[in-house]
């Protein structure tokens, strides 16, 4: 008997060609026990853009009533009628606040995922549109920036300390509280969970891995596209730890810009305020030499020839907090290559950090009163972190650490299956689950509620970042509730997808 099916998907899923929906029904029936429909939404925009549901448009329906609840109650609040009950056009302002979210994670819309569209008034702002530029507060943009504007009497130059991600949060708000397009980006995520608004400079221009010498590449933005008119609109863009990028991809933005802005001037006209350190880390070049590095690097492209260097030199770290200047002054020399050294070696002593003889006690000095966790600030967690050159070597201070605290654990295995069935005699599961490649976590993840977590993939730019930290609230089956510890987002919740 002959049957039919709505889309490709569901006859692979029919034939069992393709797993089914179960785990991401799970997921959501878990979460609406105790999250908010505004955190549904999200979630549920993250299955649809990177889990690839066979069915999205059933689990819509089965769990549109949780998604819409507190448009439903907002509704109910407005006409004083405790009595009036879901309609299309509350699903459909829900409906639209999901694909808002679809289109900020991936460009992409609903009926590009085999979902139905919800329909928009004439206007509707464009969401991806609203995703860059955000109705802002001018008021309260305005209010910070009078509160603020005296404090930068104390800034005079610029390594870590001396109060760059706090100029450039006060430009940016300056600019914006003149109703003007004002962007921020940054090298790493972990850096631009610090800015207001922040993404990473690839996500944010579409920037390759690699970029060649001497080519005349451009960024795959159109000019009649979302990304391309806002561009064409902005008037400023602070890019932070630029000295960390290649400058083949500075120099693609340059020439992107001019293209999509019709204007031959530096960056297409454009404000650019170019923030770094060129102490820390500089471009990095497989298996490169000392003289590769530097042809990387920012100062090496004829684009520096352009930039009006300004620097800050008070660092206000030690400053505020009335301390000794011993370390920073230290660690400039270390940076600037001035400090003693012998046969190439720096010697550590009281002045840079504490030396310790083992293990233990390098967490009893990090972590003092480990066992207390439980009373402690964020604060106190976001000012300690323990770095180890290798996966085995972090995996077994977590380890020990984790043991030294008594609250609720639990273990989350990765995915140890081959996609061809004849490859499961050439890569058995003990080896599959053996592996521990860079910007994974191991097979066997061990998570206890309280511990302060590191985000190694980012799925919902700008809020999350690749580096975000994060402190954990909550284990379940297929969610991980956790709480930031830095940045924008300090001290809010969010939801995580436990994939299998």
């Not at 060609?17 to 997921?27: A, V």
């Not at 949780?66 to 009950?85: A, G, K, M, S, W």
């Not at 490859?423 to 511990?451: R, T, V």
Request: net charge negative; hydrophobic share 40%.
């Amino acid at each position: 008997m002959e049957s039919f099916h709505a889309t490709f998907k569901a006859t692979c899923f029919a034939l069992g060609l393709l797993e089914n929906d179960e785990q991401w029904k799970n997921t959501l029936a878990e979460a609406t026990l105790s999250e908010s429909p505004s955190k549904l939404r999200e979630l549920f925009a993250i299955i649809i853009v990177f889990c690839q549901p066979s069915e999205p448009q059933s689990l819509w329906e089965q769990f549109r009533n949780d998604f819409c609840e507190d448009i439903l109650h907002t509704e109910r609040t407005r006409l004083n009628d405790l009595q009036f009950t879901f309609s299309d056009e509350i699903f459909n302002r829900g409906l639209i606040q999901i694909e808002d979210k679809v289109v900020c994670l991936s460009e992409k819309y609903l009926t590009e995922f085999g979902m139905n569209s919800p329909v928009r008034n004439e206007n509707a702002s464009d969401p991806f549109e609203f995703s860059i530029l955000r109705s802002y507060d001018n008021n309260r943009l305005q209010e910070f920036v009078e509160i603020n504007l005296p404090k930068l009497s104390f800034f005079l130059d610029a390594p870590g300390g001396t109060g760059k991600t706090f100029l450039i949060n006060l430009l940016l708000a300056q600019i914006r509280s003149s109703s003007k397009v004002a962007l921020a980006v940054a090298s790493s995520g972990i850096v631009a969970t610090l800015l207001s608004g922040g993404r990473t400079a690839h996500s944010t221009f579409k920037l390759p891995l690699n970029v060649l010498f001497d080519t005349e590449y451009v960024c795959p933005i159109r000019k009649n596209g979302p990304l391309g008119k806002i561009l064409q609109e902005t008037s400023f863009v602070v890019w932070d730890e630029c000295t960390m990028s290649h400058r083949s991809h500075i120099e693609a933005i340059d020439r992107t810009l001019k293209d999509l802005r019709c204007n031959n001037k530096f960056m297409g006209g454009i404000t650019f305020v170019f923030a770094g350190d060129f102490r820390q880390t500089l471009p990095v070049i497989p298996k490169g030499t000392r003289a590769d590095v530097v042809n990387a690097c920012l100062k090496s492209s004829p684009i520096w020839n352009y930039v009006e260097k300004l620097y800050l030199r008070t660092n206000m770290r030690v400053y505020l907090c009335g301390g000794d200047d011993i370390f920073p002054a230290q660690l400039l020399k270390i940076g600037n290559g001035t400090l003693e050294n012998e046969n190439g070696y720096i010697s550590i002593n009281h002045t840079i950090g504490r030396v310790v003889n083992n293990v233990e006690e390098l967490i009893s000095t990090v972590y003092p009163d480990i066992f207390n966790l439980s009373n402690k600030s964020y604060q106190w967690l976001c000012e300690r972190a323990i770095i180890s050159p290798r996966n085995v070597t972090a995996e077994e201070i977590n380890d020990i650490i984790l043991l030294k605290f008594d609250r609720h654990s639990r273990e989350y295995l990765s995915i140890d299956t081959v996609t061809s069935t004849d490859d499961a005699i050439h890569y058995p599961q003990e080896f599959l689950n053996s592996l521990s490649p860079s910007g994974f976590p191991p097979h066997k993840l061990k998570l206890k509620i309280g511990a302060p977590i590191t985000l190694l993939r980012n799925l919902q730019p700008p809020n999350l970042c690749n580096g975000t930290r994060l402190q954990i609230k909550s284990l379940r089956n297929n969610i991980i509730e956790a709480v930031f510890l830095q940045g924008q987002q300090k001290e809010k919740l969010h939801l995580f997808q436990e994939f299998p």
